[in-house]
């Protein structure tokens, strides 16, 4: 029997496509993680994990792009913290800069904490951030709580995010003709302290590059990470699902 998948990171609730047709067409997806990027998107990724409690687990949290919300969302988001099974998707994107630096700042930290004090894992979205991040996670000592998702550091950096113990979750981009920086850092992970992702509705990978993503592709993930280590997928899909039920627990 072919093992099946874990989509760790998929924003059911951005997409522009029903959730229900999105599930049934991933059928060798065994379940998936929701995570919330603000208040509202929080709130909808409870109720897709309600509706859908067989396949789907919510995460609650506040994006970097979002982060001067956080004054007025901190308290109507700490109720989600607590029945959510991560704290996610929280981070850092010097990037785009949507939110102050300086806010992001702020709203990362103090998510971290929430973590620590409830004892749950992190999924951390991390652009342009590589040394801020990887300080406050060291300074906090977050690190083995951390899901880093959506990973495209090249190899020095994710030697470095090692050794604080984190987990790389892999997205579209390993997979993309691009993607030779992403592919050169998973070959130095070792298998069982990596995940796979769509990120869905985005960085849909090839041959749909362009197009709306979706869970059903998260094997293409998992493919070009077996051709990176050399391994076969159904054992890829073994081993990323095993990390991801140790993190995150089950449906």
């Not at 990724?45 to 919300?69: I, S, T, Y």
């Amino acid at each position: 029997m072919e093992s099946l998948w874990v989509d760790t990171h998929c924003h059911l609730q951005l997409s522009s496509q029903s959730a229900d047709e999105l599930l049934d067409r991933a059928t060798d997806v065994a379940w998936i993680v929701v995570p919330g990027v603000d208040l509202a998107s929080t709130a909808a990724a409870e109720e897709l994990a309600r509706r859908h409690p067989d396949r789907l687990l919510f995460a609650a949290g506040l994006h970097p792009h979002d982060a001067a919300k956080w004054p007025d969302q901190r308290d109507d988001l700490a109720g989600f913290f607590d029945r959510s099974v991560a704290i996610g998707e929280i981070g850092l994107d010097f990037y785009r800069n949507l939110s102050p630096r300086d806010e992001q700042l702020t709203a990362f930290r103090d998510q971290i904490q929430v973590g620590i004090e409830l004892d749950k894992p992190l999924i951390v979205h991390v652009r342009d951030s590589f040394r801020d991040t990887f300080e406050i996670l060291d300074e906090l000592a977050a690190g083995p709580r951390t899901v880093l998702h959506c990973w495209t550091g090249g190899p020095k950096w994710t030697k470095r995010f090692m050794e604080l113990g984190v987990t790389f979750s892999f997205a579209g981009p390993v997979a993309f003709e691009t993607g030779d920086t992403v592919r050169r850092a998973a070959a130095v992970v070792p298998p069982e302290r990596a995940m796979v992702e769509t990120d869905t509705p985005y960085l849909s990978p090839p041959p749909f590059r362009g197009e709306d993503n979706e869970p059903a592709r998260v094997a293409l993930v998992g493919e070009a990470l077996a051709a990176v280590w050399g391994l076969e997928a159904d054992e890829v899909a073994r081993i990323t699902t095993a990390t991801a039920t140790r993190i995150f627990g089950r449906p």
